[in-house]
């Protein structure tokens, strides 16, 4: 079990929450769930419906399509939230690389949250908005080697 101290800090590291207050933060992690899953373990599958996102506590996780790996996520990062924002069916499964810990986020949770502090939409823009330029770039750098 957390103590609130370590949820604030595990949840101050997710990029749509460091900039609000410590009061507000305290809030959302009371009502986090805490999860554990062993090794090997598939927390969801791509096409399933999605209402959470994940913070890891401890433990990696990988992201993939099948056997191709997307994204490793390993102690304060976070995967999942895609399908928590759009409410369209996950587009990649998560499967635990070791025995794992998290704090999950639900699509309720968030949404109480956002009405309570609008600040963390915003946030969420700008992180996202971060996500498609890195994925451009991506694209770009592919797409000037193919040349």
């Not at 101290?5 to 805490?34: A, Q």
């Not at 790996?69 to 998560?94: C, H, I, N, W």
Request: hydrophobic share 40%; charged share 25%.
């Amino acid at each position: 079990m957390l103590s609130s101290v370590d949820r604030l800090l595990f949840v101050r590291r997710v990029p749509i929450f460091k900039e609000l207050r410590d009061d507000f933060i305290v809030r959302l992690t009371s009502v986090m769930h805490e999860l554990q899953f062993p090794a090997n373990y598939t927390i969801f599958r791509q096409g399933e419906e999605g209402r959470s996102l994940y913070i890891v506590v401890s433990g990696r996780v990988k992201v993939h399509i099948g056997d191709k790996q997307l994204a490793e996520v390993e102690q304060g990062k976070y995967f999942g939230e895609m399908a928590v924002f759009d409410t369209q069916p996950r587009s990649a499964s998560a499967t635990t690389l070791e025995p794992c810990e998290f704090l999950e986020l639900t699509q309720e949770q968030l949404y109480d949250a956002i009405e309570e502090t609008p600040e963390i939409a915003v946030n969420i823009i700008r992180e996202l908005s971060r996500l498609i330029r890195r994925l451009n770039d991506n694209v770009n750098v592919t797409t000037s080697q193919r040349h």
